[in-house]
């Protein structure tokens, strides 16, 4: 019944913590221009940081 | 643009935005931009004007973003810079409408992802309580419940909001649509559930009312983001059409403003080429392309201080406009109310799934009352009653039935999508679905729009060639025409255009000439759709050109008429070429010389007949004609307030695609229907099973899922459809 409890508590917790970044990458724009990130990939940052 | 060149007094304030924090943003639509050269080029270009804080552009939506500080940067370096790179920019308005939708998408996503969470976590725990249920004490029980009470209904409460909104939308205005049930059955099975949990009972329904939220969810974001696509491209024509105009002030200086600010008196400049944006009077002659306004196919001349409609292309000579009216009111005071009188019919039609709910809701409220009442009638306890009452209302929980319509609509939307249609709205489909008439416009829907030369083949050899080097060098429609006909080729040097008269140089010695009869010495009648050439002392020679009707109109109207629609045309034309173009189209019922009034009339009155009529159209003349019709549709070049007034909107230069579109909307409808009549076969099945106890959680659940995957499998022969 212990063991079950730890369980459950850490499930619970590391399926919150994920729920938590995913909203946070919905908040911070991160879907909002999909094919735009897939090529910004491609750029050379070579120069002074912006 | 056209031939006069951008001035750098111009100015965009019209769309610079101020910041809370001192800096000025503006968005800015670029043309061409696809890959992350485009991407990198732009940015940094951008960025290299001083006084830009950031730069930052949207692939996906073709949206750059540009914030300055200070008074420094005026917007028009920016778009200088795009333009010297090689980009084609236009201010863009972002209106308040679309950053609502921006946020919609975004509270929708935010809910889905809640709910995912919920669904498999919920499920995880009670799935654990069906199969080990022997096993486990009921203790052990006892917390997983109440672990899956404290997980689902915070989950449930915010992740449903939609659906709880959208219900109570309803209620207020005492209408009942699919989100009605949807809402009530998740409410009354977290209830009952949390009940159920604090009095240590077996059966609770948290994971039914968790994936049901998920499920449905899902529907409704992929719904959502079909809608937001097609708009969002028909938007992007538009604002790349209308934005702006150009604006002498009193002391001769020009400002560039958006068009919608532009005032009655205001003197306007415009270029060859350009659309004119207000009604007003021309203070000098030209010539102009009207056939978005009335459907006349061949430029029309223009005397100094004539009255030019908004929606005009003008075709001649640079010309000052003095404005007679603002842009809004510059459409027929007339069009303007047919098109109210339009959207007011349409927002009558009930959509399918409106109607399925109708008769659905109070049967599903009407039989889980029955079952109440049946049970305390029969002596049972009413915790036993109200149990069996709330398991009818889940077994019965539209699940099926509100996905039967959106996934069909997805999928269907989803393949026009992909020929190049865009359907604005689901219920544009189902209308599609049920029409029996089409009704066509001539002038750039069933024809170009544009005039093409006739009498190639009665030329004598090399006049062409000769007089396409010289009709390079114009913009007028007829010389771009008689250049599209020769194909590429030298651009003569030294051209000088005459408004009015035509072009001339002089090569080899020798005067070439090319223009109306007078100015080519071939008589002073100038005739409409022709053009002369004249070649040093040779005799002149003459070019005809006539709007030629679209390659494939014929195969698409046949098409149409073997799926047993009437065919009919109306036009603002003449009554000659209309007839040309009618026989070679093969419709046989058609009306020359009517404006846009009686083509409207005519819409009425094939209504008042009972037909269903598809409207196809692009002029500022269709407009009315188009809101008022069952259905309508519109193609990529019609002007703007055609493709706003149409549910459908073409892309590219064919109509093949409409034949498409009715397969597709037809077929669409069927398995809608198909859908319902599974949904109810289910629910026949399934209510006396509940009514009677038997409905355990685990098989609500099972069948919950079932109901949707068959759905939704249903919903994707649609596409295997189209790869037959």
């Given amino acids: 019944m212990n063991g079950m409890a730890v369980i459950i508590a850490a499930a619970l917790g590391i399926g919150l913590v994920s729920l938590a970044i995913l909203l946070w990458t919905l908040q911070s724009g991160q879907y909002d221009d999909p094919d735009g990130d897939a090529e910004r990939i491609l750029i050379d940052d070579d120069g002074p940081a912006p | ?724």
């Fill in chain 2, 1 to 724: 643009m056209g031939a006069l060149t951008i001035a750098p007094s111009d100015d965009y304030s019209a769309f610079v935005r101020s910041e809370p924090d001192g800096s000025s943003t503006i968005d800015i639509a670029v043309k061409g931009a696809r890959c992350a050269n485009c991407l990198a080029k732009i940015e940094a270009g951008v960025k290299g004007i001083s006084g830009v804080t950031s730069a930052r552009l949207n692939l996906s939506t073709g949206k750059l973003h540009v914030a300055w500080r200070g008074q420094a940067v005026a917007p028009f370096a920016v778009i200088e810079r795009l333009a010297a790179l090689g980009y084609e920019a236009t201010p863009f308005e972002a209106a308040a409408s679309q950053q609502a939708e921006a946020h919609e998408g975004r509270e929708l996503l935010r809910c889905v992802a809640v709910a995912g969470f919920g669904t498999v976590f919920v499920v995880g725990l009670t799935d654990a309580v069906w199969y080990g249920g022997g096993d486990m004490s009921a203790a052990t029980r006892d917390v997983f419940f109440g672990v899956a009470a404290a997980i689902s209904v915070p989950v449930t409460l915010f992740a449903a909001r939609p659906f709880f909104a959208s219900a109570w939308k309803a209620l207020a205005k005492r209408q009942a649509n699919m989100d009605v049930p949807i809402a009530l059955a998740m409410l009354l099975s977290l209830g009952l559930s949390v009940y159920q949990t604090a009095i240590h009972a077996q059966h609770t329904y948290f994971d039914a009312t968790v994936m049901l939220a998920f499920l449905l969810l899902i529907g409704r974001y992929l719904d959502f983001r079909l809608r937001e696509r097609a708009r969002g491209a028909a938007q992007h024509l538009v604002t790349l059409q209308t934005a702006l105009a150009r604006r002498l002030r009193p002391n001769g200086d020009m400002e560039t403003v958006a068009a919608r600010d532009l005032d009655a008196g205001d003197r306007i400049v415009l270029a060859s080429g350009e659309r004119v944006p207000a009604d007003g009077l021309l203070e000098s002659a030209t010539e102009a392309d009207i056939s978005l306004v009335t459907g006349e196919s061949l430029p029309v001349a223009f005397a100094s201080g004539a009255v030019i409609r908004a929606g005009s292309i003008i075709t001649g000579p640079p010309v000052v406009l003095e404005a007679s009216a603002r842009v809004e009111d510059s459409l027929v005071a007339d069009l303007a109310r047919l098109l109210e009188a339009g959207q007011q019919t349409r927002s009558v039609y009930v959509r399918l799934a409106d109607r399925a709910a109708r008769a659905y809701v109070p049967f599903v409220t009407l039989s889980s009352l029955l079952v109440f009442a049946g049970w305390l009638a029969s002596g049972a306890p009413l915790a036993t009653a109200l149990t069996n009452a709330i398991a009818v209302l889940i077994i019965t929980c539209p699940c099926a039935l509100g996905l039967a319509v959106p996934a069909v609509q997805i999928v269907a939307t989803g393949r026009l999508f992909g020929r190049g249609v865009f359907v604005k709205s689901g219920d544009a489909l189902e209308r599609l679905a049920e029409v029996d008439t089409a009704v066509f416009d001539k002038t750039g829907t069933l024809t170009f729009g544009a005039p093409v030369l006739e009498n190639a083949a009665e030329l004598p050899s090399g006049v062409l060639d000769a007089a396409a080097k010289l009709a390079r060098a114009s913009r007028h429609p007829m010389a771009r025409a008689l250049a599209g006909a020769a194909g590429p080729g030298p651009i003569a040097t030294g051209v000088r255009e005459v408004p009015g008269a035509g072009l001339e140089v002089v090569a080899e010695g020798r005067v070439q000439r090319l223009g109306n009869a007078a100015w080519c010495g071939a008589g002073d009648t100038p005739a409409p759709g022709e053009l002369w050439f004249r070649d040093g002392d040779r005799g002149p020679v003459r070019f005809l050109f006539r709007d030629r009707i679209r390659p494939d109109a014929r195969a698409a109207l046949d098409g149409l008429a073997a799926r047993g629609l009437a065919l009919e045309m109306l036009t603002g034309d003449q009554a000659q070429p209309a007839a040309a173009v009618a026989g070679q189209a093969g419709i046989a019922c058609w009306r020359a010389n009517i404006g846009p009034k009686e083509k409207a009339a005519r819409m009425e009155a094939l209504r008042q007949q009972g037909r269903r009529v598809l409207m196809v159209g692009d002029g500022i003349n269709d407009a009315g004609a188009l809101a008022l019709a069952h259905v309508s549709l519109a193609p990529g070049s019609a002007a703007d307030v055609s493709q706003r007034a149409a549910d459908l909107v073409l892309r590219g230069d064919t109509l093949t695609p409409l034949v498409e579109a009715i397969d597709v909307a037809r077929k669409a409808r069927r398995l809608v229907l198909e859908n319902f009549a599974f949904a109810a076969l289910y629910n026949l099945a399934a209510i006396p099973l509940a009514a009677l106890g038997l409905v355990t959680p685990l098989i609500a659940a099972i069948a919950m899922a079932s109901s949707s995957l068959v759905v939704t499998l249903n919903a994707l022969r649609l596409s295997w459809g189209s790869r037959a």
